[in-house]
């Protein structure tokens, strides 16, 4: 089985400053999507940044960008300019490209915290 | 506006009562999963439905029950909650041809049972 693994469980950044979250994960398949997901503290899952595996090029979305490395499993997040407003949980996840198969599996998580 | 609806928010309940907590998404999404989140452990899948009267277990379905009688509703059900079933949980949907846009969330309900 798919596995997902955040090894940080807690990260603490300096506002305005840079923070990388990592993500490793276990796969045979070779087609597959990758996401992050944020959790703030009003529970709501919210969908951060997300990756085809066959795209070499790294997914970015405004201050959010990651870092594919196909060949070692991994796909971490960095946060650039960090905000007060990035203070959450994130959550990898990894899910199969597959038309019978929309199963996701998470990491257990990294609880950003944001200095002033 | 597309979403999942889960209610109720927050649910305090005493052990060996029935409980429901329901899922509706307006997307039209042929799957639908519930999944528990405990501290240290992430997101782990309680059960699944592809379509209608079509569920399987995920990897931790024991102590409950779900429905799948209209595309629409996914509830879950707890026919004998015991304390070790205090968690946070989610209901999700996505679509089998939009793989990428991942999965809708429901704003989760805080469950204890006590």
């Known amino acids: 089985a798919q596995t997902v693994t955040q090894s940080q469980p807690e990260m603490s950044v300096q506002e305005a400053e840079t923070v990388t979250l990592s993500c490793t994960y276990d796969?045979?398949?070779?087609?597959?999507?990758l996401f992050w997901y944020k959790q703030p503290p009003s529970r709501q899952m919210i969908l951060v940044i997300r990756?085809?595996?066959?795209?070499?090029q790294n997914a970015t979305e405004n201050r959010f960008s990651v870092n594919f490395q196909k060949a070692a499993k991994s796909f971490s997040l960095k946060i650039s300019d960090s905000q007060l407003g990035d203070a959450a949980m994130y959550f990898c996840?990894?899910?199969?490209?597959?038309?019978?198969?929309?199963?996701?599996?998470f990491g257990a998580g990294t609880r950003l915290t944001v200095k002033p | 506006e597309a979403q999942v609806t889960q209610n109720p928010r927050y649910l305090i309940t005493v052990t060996g009562k029935k409980l429901t907590v329901t899922c509706s998404q307006n997307?039209?999404?042929?799957?639908m999963s519930w999944y528990r989140q405990d501290p240290g452990l992430g997101l782990r899948q309680i059960y699944y439905?592809?379509?209608?009267?079509?569920?399987d277990k995920g990897d931790v379905p024991e102590g409950y029950k779900v429905s799948r009688k209209e595309k629409r509703n996914f509830p879950l059900i707890l026919e004998s909650p015991s304390p070790n079933q205090t968690s946070l949980y989610f209901c999700?949907?996505?679509?089998?041809?939009?793989?990428?846009?991942?999965?809708?969330f429901g704003s989760g309900t805080r469950l204890t049972v006590v």
């Open positions: 999700a949907s996505s679509s089998f041809y939009r793989g990428l846009d991942g999965y809708t």
């Open positions: 996840a990894y899910r199969i490209r597959s038309l019978d198969n929309n199963d996701m599996r």
């Open positions: 439905s592809m379509n209608v009267e079509v569920t």
């Open positions: 997307m039209n999404h042929e799957y």
């Open positions: 796969t045979s398949e070779s087609d597959y999507y």
């Open positions: 990756q085809e595996a066959y795209k070499q």
